[in-house]
């Protein structure tokens, strides 16, 4: 689902990558828990759409968690833990330019 959803979302199909983004996250978040570095994966798409969406009062806590998790998860020097913090830090740029 979430490898799906990120195809609609590449190419701009946000309303069919939404629902597929939420769904990877729940059975994510049910069959690993909440401090699985997939559940942060699942996180930081949806957090992805929402931004390219304008959705950022939605989108911020997300990447923040999925920041969190990937710390915890991977530990702060992992490669998917620096991606989703350097998504986070572009995400907090373009907002203050704004």
Partial sequence: MNGLGE???VVGR???AEPLYREALAVTEQALGKQHADYASSLN???LLLDTT???DEAEPLYREAVQVFE???G???PNTQTVR????LFLVERSAS
């Fill in 14 to 16: 946000y309303d069919e």
């Fill in 7 to 9: 195809c609609y979302r």
């Fill in 76 to 78: 702060p020097d992992h």
């Fill in 86 to 89: 350097e998504n986070l830090q």
């Fill in 54 to 56: 304008g959705r950022y």
């Fill in 45 to 47: 798409n949806l957090a």
């Fill in 72 to 74: 915890a998860a991977l």
